[in-house]
């Protein structure tokens, strides 16, 4: 009787199927969808790491208030509407309707989009670059849970690995709070930045999911303009709820008395007002097309990559500290993303 032997790929035939998958991925798809693919993925791995630097550079250059930052946010939303405008003439189309339920999902989109600005602004205040920004990594288990609870996506072993992968590098990171903490800081504001980076990630995750949704349910993947739309749209609540609050704060007649003593001088402050707005819009256009264009799963992904070149960034930039502690919860970050890319990719396979 002869033994059959189940015999393992070897690591030539995963490369040669890998490059076979990739290949039949790329024909099913128009070379324009791939193109703006690119380009809303260096969207998001350039505009975002860069905003978040600036909105260090305005705190630690003078700049102390939070709404000022989350307005910074979602001010250059007329940006997105320059692009969108011409679009309309140039693809002969109209704008959606703006029936009641794409209305009312606008306007919670914008209002959860300046909520999760004026977290993350809380916590750039009282945290370093690189240290939000691995925290913020914990958009992408964030993003796994609300995809598969509001969109169905498939979860597996290996995401669910790298659920617990990242939450304790995100552990690591509250061991080792001590050594990153700038002078200024108090513990309380630093516990407080800490959580408030949390809770931004968990809404960052939330906002994916529901965009992906009113892209299925209610505009459709007809035509990259309907990204832009949304994104128009969204931004212009957020942007009319955040005015709101600087309003209400009066901080708008704080900017003149910041520019005045901001490190730099006040061409520096408008500087990082500025190029914040413009890098805040594109990063956010970015993650927006890049949801419309693959799915909450990708823009998760992207949105988790974004965390090793923002730290390494801050690092060599901003001087910002790098102990061990941190080094290590970098290293067991990108292990998490590489077995949450591994299980997406298995769960898509699955699906098909």
């Known amino acids: 009787m002869e033994e059959t032997s189940t015999k393992s790929p070897s690591l030539l035939d995963r490369f040669s199927n890998l490059k076979t998958t990739t290949l039949e991925a790329y024909k099913r798809k128009p070379i324009s969808h791939w193109i703006l693919l690119i380009l809303s993925s260096t969207a998001m791995l350039v505009a975002f790491p860069a905003s978040s630097l600036l909105s260090r550079v305005y ?19 007329p940006l997105t509407a320059l692009i969108l405008i011409p679009s309309y003439c140039i693809c002969r189309t109209f704008p959606t309707p703006l029936k009641f339920k794409l209305t009312l999902s606008y ?21 370093p670059a690189s240290t939000g920004s691995l925290l913020a990594s914990s958009s992408l288990v964030f993003s796994a849970l609300c995809g598969y609870l509001i ?4 979860l597996n072993w290996s995401i669910v690995n790298a ?34 980076d949390i809770l931004g990630s968990a809404l960052h995750g939330l906002i994916f999911a529901l ?5 299925v349910r209610l505009l459709g993947r007809i035509s990259f303009l309907v990204v832009l739309e949304q994104q128009v749209m969204v931004s212009l609540f957020a942007f009319v709820f955040t005015t709101i609050g600087m309003i209400v704060n009066k901080d708008f007649q704080r900017m003149t008395s910041e520019a005045r003593s ?17 890098t805040f819009q594109l990063g956010v256009l970015g993650g927006t097309a890049a949801v419309f264009l693959s799915s909450t799963v990708f823009a998760g992904v992207l ?35 590489a077995s949450y890319i591994y299980g997406s990719s298995s769960a898509s396979k699955d699906s098909k």
């Open 59 to 77: 705190y630690s250059n003078g700049g102390t208030s939070k709404w000022i930052i989350s307005w910074v946010a979602v001010a250059g939303w």
């Open 107 to 127: 306007i919670v989109l914008g209002f959860l989009s300046a909520a999760d600005n004026l977290l993350y602004a809380y916590a750039y205040a009282y945290l």
């Open 151 to 154: 969109m169905k996506n498939r």
């Open 163 to 196: 659920i617990v992968i990242i939450t304790a590098a995100m552990t690591i990171i509250a061991l080792d709070s001590n050594s990153d903490r700038y002078g200024n800081v108090s513990n309380s504001q630093y516990i407080m930045g800490y959580i408030m």
């Open 211 to 215: 965009s992906e949704l009113v892209f």
């Open 262 to 278: 901001f490190k730099g001088g006040e061409a520096s402050y408008e500087l990082v007002v500025i190029w914040g707005a413009i």
């Open 303 to 337: 949105n988790a990559v974004r965390v090793p070149l923002t730290s390494i960034a801050a690092v060599i930039l901003l001087n910002d500290p790098m102990s061990g502690f941190k080094i290590l919860s970098l290293i067991v970050t990108v292990w998490g993303f």
